[in-house]
C-alpha cells in the first residue's frame, strides 16, 4: 500500500455507488453529500496512521458538516488479507470510535479502484457540483495522536 496519495486530478466528477454500512442498511455514497460538498475518506480499521488520526477525523467531519460538506468512510481492505477490517470489526471500530457518518464496506474493492484509492487514510473532498478539489491527507501529523496545533489539511482550516 502507498504511503501517499498521488496529486489531486482537480474537477474530477465524484463517483456513486452503494455500499453496505456498519449499521446493516445501504448508502449511496453521493447520497450523502451536504449542501456544500462531500468528503470520501477511505480509512481501515487496522492502519496506524487511521488508529492515530481517528478521533481528528470525527472532529473534523462533525465541524464540516457545520459548513454542509457531507461525509463518508469506506473500509476497501480484504478481510482475508487482514481480518481486523472484517465488516464485523468495522463495526466494533464504527462503535468505539463513535463515528458521525456512514461507514461503508466495499467488499471487493471495486469503489477503491473507481476513486483510485491508494492508501488509507484517503481523503477525496468534492464540491457542491460533485467536482474534486481536495485530495490528500488530513493534517501534518506523520501518525501522531496527541498533535493539536497541526495545520488542518482537509476542512481546510490553519
Known amino acids: 500500500m502507498a504511503a501517499m496519495a498521488p496529486l489531486c486530478d482537480f474537477g474530477r466528477q465524484a463517483v456513486d455507488a452503494t455500499l453496505l454500512g456498519v449499521d446493516g442498511r445501504r448508502y449511496s455514497i453521493l447520497s450523502q453529500s451536504g449542501d456544500s460538498g462531500l468528503v470520501v475518506a477511505f480509512i481501515c480499521n487496522h492502519c496506524p496512521y487511521v488508529k492515530a488520526v481517528i478521533q ?63 492508501c488509507t487514510p484517503d481523503f477525496f473532498g468534492f464540491n457542491a457540483a460533485g467536482k474534486l478539489q481536495y485530495r490528500g491527507r488530513l493534517d501534518g501529523s506523520p501518525k501522531q495522536e496527541v498533535l493539536t496545533d497541526l495545520r488542518r489539511d482537509l476542512p481546510g482550516e490553519g
Request: charged letters at 25%; a negative charge; hydrophobic letters at 40%.
Open 56 to 118: 481528528r477525523i470525527v472532529r473534523d467531519a462533525r465541524d464540516l458538516k457545520q459548513l454542509g460538506v457531507g461525509f463518508v468512510a469506506i473500509n476497501a481492505n480484504d478481510p482475508v488479507a487482514y481480518p481486523t477490517d472484517s465488516y464485523e470489526n468495522m463495526q466494533i471500530f464504527s462503535r468505539e470510535n463513535a463515528l458521525p457518518f456512514p461507514y461503508l464496506h466495499d467488499a471487493d474493492q471495486s469503489v477503491a479502484r473507481l476513486y483510485e484509492a491508494v
